[in-house]
């Protein structure tokens, strides 16, 4: 039997639909909607677009975002002083510096701008201070993809406490925020990375396994305990025809899809893994969709705080 979908976009639209009274309540309360600042360098496409799309949903649930834009040839400094610009700004209550940041701003650049930001407007949860509140359990702004994925199994009624849970990847933006997240939930984590050794066997003793290393479609069956709740956090763009042709059969939708566009976002999982798992997100429509609406809700749990809770 085909796992169960969990639908990000279903649990995304119910959390919009409870932000959004939250949102007219706040704006009632101080006569100006919470704002969000967000800091796009460069033109990387992906960025354009899930900057449109953060912009989008925001004005739908009644935020304000501005984005700020600079140019690709900008300097560090010139970053820094619009995050110092947006820290003291009274109608901006969020602050986001869209990465990936261009090459050319050095290796340490992002690290810098995470250090920068007031740690009271970090809806990204990237800076080290609410880093430390997480780690301790008691952050009031985490990182939105891996709180998208929590909230995507508690919605979906996947229990956390007790399930072995495992987390591909150690990135400091989804894998380690994610594995805190479900330890304090009460599940017993295991974090997996390109050194772990017999990972496909680790990752099959796990009920919920996450996946958040960006290569497309590589956890197969044999990484999947029958039965698992499996969430999947990578989006690739493929356009390499043969590496579709690998992943989805000849006359699949997703191979359509590909015709027509050129191009298809792929997750870390293969498909075939619906016939094992016995739930499990798709991409697009699972992780995406939340990790947008839980920026929004971050931005506004800085706001009430910023406004005196
Ligand atoms: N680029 C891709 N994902 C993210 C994210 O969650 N936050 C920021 N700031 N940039 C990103």
Do not use: W
């Not at 969990?6 to 959390?15: E, F, H, K, R, W």
């Not at 990465?99 to 340490?108: K, R």
């Not at 999982?269 to 429509?285: D, F, R, T």
């Amino acid at each position: 039997m085909p796992a169960r979908v969990l639908d990000g976009t279903a649990v995304a639209n119910q959390i919009r639909s409870e932000l959004a009274p939250a949102v007219a309540s706040f704006t009632a309360r101080t006569g100006r909607p919470p704002g969000l600042g967000i800091v796009l360098v460069g033109d990387d496409p992906a960025s354009e677009i899930y900057v449109r799309g953060k912009v989008k949903s925001a004005g739908e649930t009644g935020l304000r975002a501005d984005v700020e834009r600079l140019p690709a040839t900008a300097s560090l400094d010139q970053l820094l002083g619009v995050v110092d610009r947006l820290n003291r700004s009274d109608v901006h209550d969020g602050i986001l510096v869209q990465s990936p940041l261009p090459e050319a701003m050095g290796a340490d650049a992002e690290r810098r701008v995470f250090d920068a930001l007031d740690p009271a407007k970090d809806v990204d949860g990237f800076h080290p201070v609410n880093v430390g509140y997480l780690v301790q359990n008691r952050a009031a702004l985490v990182a939105s993809t891996p709180s998208g994925v929590i909230e995507l199994l508690e919605r979906s009624h996947v229990t956390i406490a007790g399930a072995r849970a495992a987390v591909l990847g150690r990135s400091d933006i989804v894998g380690k925020p994610m594995a805190l997240l479900l330890l304090h939930r009460h599940a017993t984590v295991t974090i997996c990375h390109s050194r772990t050794s017999n990972l496909r066997a680790v990752a099959r003793e796990a009920d919920i396994l996450v996946a958040a290393i960006g290569r497309p479609a590589f956890v197969t069956a044999e990484f999947v305990k029958p039965g698992a709740a499996v969430v999947d956090v990578g989006i690739t763009a493929i356009r390499d025809r043969q590496a579709v042709e690998r992943i989805y059969p000849a006359g699949s939708r997703r191979r359509e899809t590909f015709e027509r566009r050129g191009s298809l976002t792929v997750g870390d999982v293969h498909p075939e893994v619906a016939e094992v798992a016995g739930a499990l997100s798709p991409v697009p429509g699972g992780v995406g969709p939340l990790t947008v609406v839980m920026l929004l809700k971050n931005t506004l749990t800085a706001a009430n705080q910023r406004a005196g809770g």
